[in-house]
């Protein structure tokens, strides 16, 4: 009877270390679960930085893209929106408009006027004069034609904003000039 006894002692101990290889085994599948999810999905905002966005604009190649915001932010992407990376803008102004031309060239619009442009996908942004101090809201182009050369015309654009304010460009962005719009509701 004596070694019947300490039998059911060993099967304890069996099954007690039998519940703890198990709920180790439990817990290490369970970070795993978590580990996996945390790839599928990346927090975005504030990376790289925590300024309000104000406008997103991918090239046709929807690969590559450009959001602009507070502060002047101004991020860059190349892999569709994966990753982000600052580019400096040379003004503390918002930015709230924006218009991707192709992969390399894009212009920003904001607060006081503020036209910048880029022809080399973001290396350097050029700020540009527009005459005007009205916040500009939002900037959009033509499609460009061929010219009689057979090479692209230079962009027509225009940009809109406060008090009615509208201003034109005919060559891509890099000069502009007022227009008159009837009215001075904002735009």
Known sequence: MHAHAAR??????GRSLLCFALAVLACA???????GSARAWLWQNPLPQGNAIFAVRFAAD??????VGADGVILHTGDGGFRWEEQHSGTAVPLYGLSVLDARTAVAVGSRGQVLTTSNGGDRWAARETGVKD??????????AKGTSGQ?????????????????????????????????SHL
């Open 8 to 13: 059911p002692r060993r099967t304890r101990a």
């Open 29 to 35: 599948a369970n970070g795993a679960a978590r580990q």
């Open 62 to 67: 929807k690969r590559t893209g450009w959001a």
């Open 135 to 144: 916040h500009l809201f939002s900037v959009a182009f033509a499609p460009a």
């Open 152 to 184: 692209d015309d230079a962009a027509e654009g225009w940009a809109v904003g406060s008090y009615g304010q509208i201003i034109k460009t005919s060559d891509g962005g890099r000069t502009w000039s007022a227009q008159k719009s009837g009215t001075r």
